[in-house]
């Protein structure tokens, strides 16, 4: 079982600590840890080329013609069985960085969508997209913010999830959480976040939201 933690933080601050801890509590489980840090690598904005797509449906595979670390990352995430994201909240959203994930993300890795490209690339002796795609998954957020404007966020965690159709275990947002490293009330939710996802991944067919009520899990 592999756990991936993916901060969109600054170095060792609230959010890497954060998912550190979140992973942790995966590793307490059993789980194969990894963390990786967003604003170390090289993540281009996507262009709205589509040419992603166009590939994908063309019976070529689908690969994006951005040269940056975006391939890498995402090649991280279609091994992981799961995978926890600790992001800062800016003006009620997502920081961009993680907006420009989902941005690239695309329509290319829609399940659908890559149900039909398997059958072109089948009829057309092409390439046959990555079927890592069709990997069962379960994701699990965290946004960290500094005020009460935290509501849109988990509108934005939610929107990476759709298109590859992985499962939300936890959506937890934690406003005014600037020092949140000494609250022991909000650090012990967020190892538990950690510890449901690992317990999800062995049982993927039967996980479950375990969010705050009210938040939709899709």
């Not at 600590?17 to 904005?45: N, P, Q, T, V, W």
């Not at 690239?104 to 399940?111: A, E, H, L, Q």
């Amino acid at each position: 079982m592999k756990i991936l933690g993916i901060s969109a933080g600054t170095r060792n601050g609230n959010n890497d600590s954060m998912c550190k801890e979140a992973l942790m509590g995966a590793k307490e489980m059993g789980a194969e840890i990894e963390f990786i840090r967003l604003l170390d690598l090289d993540i281009k904005y996507c262009t709205g080329c589509i040419a992603c797509v166009k590939s994908l449906m063309s019976g070529k595979g689908g690969q994006c013609i951005l040269k940056d670390d975006f391939e890498w990352l995402r090649d991280k995430m279609m091994d992981a069985d799961g995978i926890i994201f600790s992001v800062p909240i800016f003006e009620k959203g997502a920081a961009a960085i993680f907006r420009s994930l989902t941005d690239r993300f695309g329509p290319r890795m829609d399940r659908g969508n890559n149900l039909a490209a398997t059958e072109i690339a089948k009829q057309t002796n092409g390439k046959v997209p990555d079927q890592r795609v069709f990997k069962e998954k379960v994701i699990s957020y965290i946004g960290l913010g500094g005020s009460d404007w935290t509501t849109r966020i988990q509108c934005d965690f939610e929107m990476l999830s759709l298109t590859p159709m992985w499962k939300t275990i936890n959506n937890e947002v934690f406003s005014w959480s600037k020092n949140v490293i000494m609250e022991d009330e909000k650090v012990a939710k967020i190892h538990q976040i950690g510890i449901n996802l690992a317990k999800a991944a062995v049982d993927m067919e039967n996980a479950q939201y375990l969010g705050d009520k009210g938040i939709c899990p899709h």
